[in-house]
């Protein structure tokens, strides 16, 4: 690998998301920067507009939606919730963060999923840019945890099928018993068709929606092979990005329902 800079995921994706963290999928794809380097500079303006982020909130209220059909929480809003006010706080700050941010990032990896099979994805979105909300600076201001040792880690891969504790549960770790709770509720949700379609109700929304990008992606296959990219990267880039899709459409599930656990029902587009 070259000894150049990859992509500056420490500065650029926190930044361009607004949040305090690198998602692991950029990561992961870290280990493929031409890759990262051809993409991620053409995303970037799409991210930075305004009919970017409302599309990404109105997913976040279809998730919402989605998780009130489907959970309601065995205990009483007080029980999830840690003992200390600092704690349920940050507790919440940290839910709040995912609730924003994991729909921004389904959008952007439908974008590249939809790229890999076509001349060019998006173009007829506004590029009115967006401003920087006091939300976003708390965001990006958080002081997040990362435990990925908790006692239910383990089952959490099983359940979801994933070699990593996602990302939510990596940053919520911290809160033992909630995590503990939420997690045996939750769980059994995965064995409800209901569940599952309402997840892939978000995917396949998402991925129509890249239409309305408003800066045009050109990453299919053919492009990517003049850069350097061997096929067998190519494969592996689209199999993390066609996992971690569906994934994030399914933590957007989740986030919405520790929101319900904490007593947090507020729509984001449609009140």
Same mark, same amino acid.
């Given at each position: 690998?070259?000894?150049?800079? $990859?992509?500056?995921? &420490?500065?650029?994706?926190? &930044? ?47 998730? /919402? ?9 065995? /205990? ?15 507790? $919440? ?41 006091? $939300?976003?600076?708390? =965001? ?49 949700? =995965? ?15 998402? $991925? ?20 350097? /990219? ?23 599930? =989740? ?6 656990? /904490? ?9």
């Amino acid at each position: 690998m070259s000894d150049e800079p $990859r992509v500056p995921l &420490d500065v650029s994706v926190k &930044d361009a998301f607004r949040v305090s963290f690198v998602p692991e999928i950029f990561i992961r794809l870290s280990e493929f920067p031409k890759y990262l380097e051809h993409v991620w500079p053409q995303m970037v303006p799409s991210i930075e507009t305004v009919g970017f982020l409302s599309s990404a909130l109105y997913m976040a209220d279809m998730a /919402l939606d989605a998780a009130q059909d489907v959970y309601e929480p065995v /205990l009483d809003h007080d029980a999830y919730s840690p003992e200390t006010a600092v704690d349920r706080e940050s507790l $919440r700050s940290t839910v709040d963060l995912f609730h924003y941010v994991q729909p921004q990032l389904l959008l952007v990896l439908a974008g590249l999923a939809e790229a890999f099979d076509h001349q060019e994805i998006g173009g007829y979105g506004s590029v009115e840019v967006r401003p920087r909300t006091k $939300r976003e600076d708390t =965001h990006l201001a958080a002081g997040l945890k990362l435990s990925d040792q908790f006692s239910e880690a383990a089952d959490i891969c099983e359940v979801l099928g994933t070699s990593k504790v996602p990302d939510i549960y990596r940053y919520t770790g911290e809160f033992s018993n909630f995590v503990e709770l939420f997690w045996q509720e939750v769980k059994e949700l =995965h064995s409800y068709p209901d569940f599952r379609r309402r997840s892939r109700g978000l995917y396949y929304y998402a $991925r129509s929606a890249t239409k309305f990008l408003a800066n045009p992606i050109r990453a299919s296959e053919t492009d990517l092979l003049k850069f350097d /990219l061997g096929v067998q990267d190519i494969l592996a880039i689209r199999e993390l990005i066609d996992d971690e899709l569906l994934q994030t459409a399914v933590m957007m599930m =989740h986030a919405e329902c520790m929101r319900i656990v /904490l007593g947090d029902t507020a729509r984001e587009v449609v009140q």
